[in-house]
């Protein structure tokens, strides 16, 4: 059975940085899309970044530059580092995951295994 769990999450000023884990259980990673999805409230579920089974990452435009994915295969954890804060950035993220497409990333934020979340919230 799939499981994910975060952590990272916090508070910090605009401009500084945060480094969210997501320890994954139940599945091998290298044959899974993993990634992030954030819910800003009034703002629809949005993908913040995946990271294909055989580590292609792939970015939401507007947050090119500034936030990084990155996997380690051999712990089953998902990182993401997320630099240069802003208080638009504020949100619950959640790790997710899916195997149902031989290592790729589905087109659409529908993602079979989700973590219960990781609040950060950004000061100005």
């Known amino acids: 059975q799939v499981h994910l769990v975060e952590s990272g999450g916090g508070s910090v000023q605009a401009g500084g940085s945060l480094r969210l884990s997501c320890a994954a259980s139940g599945f091998n990673a290298s044959r899974y899309c993993m990634g992030w999805v954030r819910q800003r409230p009034g703002k629809e579920r949005e993908r913040v970044a995946t990271i294909t089974g055989y580590g292609a990452p792939k970015y939401a435009n507007s947050l090119k530059g500034r936030f990084t994915i990155s996997k380690d295969n051999s712990k089953n954890i998902l990182y993401l580092q997320m630099n240069s804060l802003q208080p638009d950035d504020s949100s619950m993220y959640y790790c997710?995951?899916?195997?149902?497409?031989?290592?790729?990333?589905?087109?659409?934020?529908?993602?079979?295994?989700w973590g219960q979340g990781t609040q950060v919230s950004v000061s100005s």
């Open positions: 997710v995951a899916d195997g149902a497409y031989n290592g790729y990333c589905p087109a659409e934020n529908i993602f079979a295994s």
